[in-house]
């Protein structure tokens, strides 16, 4: 190299410039954060809601067992037995107030259904309306639940999804319920994390999308062998199948994933449904660990998966979580699927897929540009405008392991992660846990939407400040006030009850629909209110998130003096409806006209 | 990652070279600088299309594109001519395969950070660092927010495994530098039964780094790298054992990126005490440092 002292200095100085440039970064484009605790008052006024964990006031005190699985698992139980947590809200009973359903997932253990006494507080009847002892010997423990009305007689019915025996559970008028698994045909035995209702052919009865996790032949709590791992932590096909059970309207189901084009065994975590590209027939999202995420689109009764070419199946990451919002408030649907980052180790980052403008399906992930990439260790996550200022906002319950604080498995987890399948698909080559967390003792967030494509993580201010290894999420307005109240179930943790003080000088509207041609649970009806020159699409879900489903109710903020002008319901029937007249602060009861 | 000269000789005193017909030089030698790009490329496409282990191919193309752009404007400026853009596509194309983020800038960023290094950390006129792995291993430290490195890909199966160690084992073959891979793995492997006797750790775990592609990448095309190893075929043995040593210790402590430290230290340290021991072998025999001449070339 010939002597150039100016440019020497040059490039020193360029060398140096770029060795800041991470610097910058950090602090640039540090996620807008707001100050933590500021006082419930303050917080009120400043983002425009606050939050108070009310669980025990409120008669609940669950908390979460997990799985003890077989003792050849012992080295990395805590990671095996690392989910089973789950809530899903219903209102069982038709009173009119939502109920909460809890999983529990030790051998032995009891899931709980919490009735809403109208005051504030529950009542745990799960035992007496005969749903809480399910997680019985031999038959496998509950890893979720979803509700819905598979026989049209007005009351919500109960798939339990497991680690085990998957259980159909019939709703006797809100007085019991009868277990009829065995008349329905489900099957044996089935390691799913996740379930939901839909009808995916519109005949107006509700079928039941299964999504596997560990194969359907392996019992983990009487291994074979320890093969049982994924073989890739990024391409892994190893998984459980998938299940498409058809209602044949007569309280059996047949089982069509294969004739209708579902045929996939990756390792499903999260699933959800909503009618993506307007055929209005709803299509499946599944969001898998070890690997791409899945979009099978309906193509009026069968199913093409069209991950790749709509963008979201492109890069493997962790799927745990699907959830729908209408971010924009332009009448479509973004769809949220959680991942891993961990500083230094493994930045997957969650993705937030944005649909582009025109007529081919397409998404971006937008995740970082909108600033809601980052969640850690992130599990189950739910839009939702908990101000009441006309945009949805998110939840992302995150953190996985949390032993001890000071010593971390990521070493070993990265160490064997990377190796060959013949090596990280055997349990037995996995170094022992021997106590230490793994992404654990994370701060929740909570992403408050200002409505111009940001999101502020508000968690710590507006009280939701916990640090428990949460896994499921569902919002419900628990206390008919006009408020999106959230219940998170932790891991090895206890349920916890965030209720939710609003504004009040932010409207809100909800509307509860009850179907006649179509399910009578209306799942897979989309409601768009409009007002003030806006517009917010939202659906009636059999399920979504991580392990969870939200309240069958749909919850719109409206702000300050709103103006609504009409509020269209397109029924899975193809049914359209427009609502007028509409006043705020109201719960609209809709039947579906015949 | 692997330059596209060899340099497994020190520079010999120039003697008049007589004329040659081109027509004449050996159709593989005169593809030689081209043989480890070429390779390297048909990884990256075999990996992709059988696995889709970018993160996009936009951002492997924004990582070769900066490190091209750098190496162009830097060697313009510093060596007068053109410089040969193969040993940058190589260091841009490690960087889009071995670095991982959601974002662009990181990719950007550390090809840049990898090219410059060669022009701004120079010890007698040599660069002391691999560019890639200096490149990653800052980006590692100074923007973990941000990037990881690759090491959960590629499908973690076999038909991968056989494809880069086919690919990587004719390239080292070919630059005369098997010796370094084969000596840093029989080290690895043996160090690995020590550690899982220490740790009580499956020895399996402690084998799985080397049958990841991380490990391949490595061992083939980075610690073999000619610009920056030693000059003797027994240094460079030495050299192999010192990384897997360090690289031991570091895991004993926990240290995720492991190889890449252990190079980052382990690399700079040998060429310095080889350049001592020239320095005062030169004195002694009253000769031009053979770095200096390479300087001056």
Known sequence: ?594 | MSQPTTQSKPPQPQVAAKPQFRGWVPISSRLNPYLPPIFITLILLIGNLSFGILESYSKTLLAIATAIACEMVLGRIFLHKWPHPASAYISGISVGILLRSPAFWPYALCSALSITSKYALRVRGRHIWNPSNFGICAMLILASQAVASLSIQWGNNFASLVVIWVLGTVIVLRAKRFHITLTYVVCFIALSFLRAHITGDPWRAEIAPITGPMYQLFIFFMITDPKTTVRSRIGQCAVAVAIAVVEFFLRLNSSIYAPLYALFWVGPTALLIEMAIDSRRARLNGETLPQQKAARA
């Open chain 1, 1 to 594: 190299m010939k002597k150039a002292p100016i440019a020497r200095i040059l490039v020193a100085l360029f060398f140096a410039a770029l060795l800041a440039v991470p610097w910058m970064v950090r602090h640039l484009s540090a996620p807008a954060k707001a100050d933590a605790n500021p006082g419930a008052q303050a917080a009120l006024a400043r983002y425009g809601f606050s939050l108070q964990e009310v669980a025990h006031a409120s008669g609940i005190d669950f908390v979460h067992q997990a799985p003890m699985l077989d003792s050849k698992l012992d080295g990395i139980m805590p990671e095996i037995s690392s989910m089973g947590a789950a809530v899903s809200i219903v209102d069982y009973n038709r009173d009119g107030w939502p109920d909460i359903y809890v999983t529990n997932s030790a051998i032995g253990s009891k899931n709980h259904l919490y009735r809403n006494n109208h005051d504030g507080t529950f009542t745990d009847v799960a035992d007496e309306l005969g749903i809480a002892d399910v997680n019985q010997p031999g038959t496998g423990v509950s890893m979720g639940a979803v509700w819905g009305d598979y026989d049209n007689d007005g009351y919500e019915d109960l798939f339990l999804i497991k680690w085990g025996r998957p259980e159909l559970f019939h709703n006797d008028q809100g007085k019991h319920f009868t277990r009829v698994s065995d008349q329905a045909g489900l099957p044996p035995w089935i390691n799913a994390n996740t379930a939901a209702w839909l009808d995916y052919d519109h005949d107006g009865k509700l079928d039941l999308f299964v999504a596997g996790y560990y194969p359907e032949d392996v019992n983990l709590w009487h291994l074979r062998d320890t093969r049982m791992m994924p073989d890739s932590f990024e391409y892994a096909e190893n998984g459980g199948r998938k299940y498409l059970f058809h209602n044949m309207g007569n309280g059996q189901f047949e089982e069509v994933s294969a004739k209708v084009g579902i045929n996939s065994r990756r390792w499903a975590l999260a699933c959800a449904a909503a009618d993506l590209n307007g055929s209005g027939y709803p299509d499946l999202f599944v969001a898998n660990d070890y690997g791409v995420s899945e979009l099978y689109i309906n193509d009026h009764g069968h199913f093409h998966e069209a991950g790749k070419e709509t963008g979201v199946g492109f890069a493997p990451k962790s799927g745990m979580n699907v959830s729908f919002g209408d971010i924009f408030d332009q009448g479509k649907f973004s769809i949220y699927v959680s991942n891993i980052s961990e500083e230094g180790v493994l930045i997957q980052g969650n993705n937030l897929w944005v649909p582009q403008a025109g007529a081919t399906l397409k998404y971006d992930n937008m995740a970082r540009d909108l600033g809601v990439e980052l969640g850690g260790w992130s599990f189950g996550a739910q839009f939702g405008d908990f101000s009441n200022n006309g945009n949805l906002d998110l939840y992302l319950a995150n953190g996985y392991i949390s032993l001890d604080r000071q010593r971390s498995y990521w070493y070993d987890f990265a160490k064997v992660a990377g190796g060959n399948s013949s090596i990280i698909g055997d349990a037995a080559n996995w170094p022992a846990f021997n106590g230490r967390s793994l992404s654990g003792y994370q701060q929740k967030r909570l992403w408050l939407n200002d409505g111009e494509g940001k999101f502020v993580d508000v968690a710590q201010a507006v009280g939701a400040r916990d640090t428990y290894d949460g896994r499921a999420v569902a919002l419900a307005d628990l206390w008919n006030t006009g408020a999106l109240d959230i219940v998170v179930a932790n891991q090895s943790g206890p349920l916890l009850v965030y209720k939710d003080t609003p504004s009040p000088e932010n409207r809100w509207i909800e509307f509860s629909l009850e179907g006649t041609k179509s399910n009578h649970s209306a799942i897979g009806a989309e409601i768009t209110v409009f007002w003030d020159g806006k517009q917010q699409l939202q659906q009636i879900s059999g399920g979504n998130g991580f392990a969870s489903q939200n309240d069958r109710r749909a919850h719109f903020g409206l702000g300050k003096n709103p103006r609504i002008e009409k509020a269209v319901i397109h029924w899975p029937s193809g049914t359209v409806q427009t609502l007028d007249n509409l006043t705020p602060d109201r719960l609209y009861t809709v039947k579906e006209p015949s």
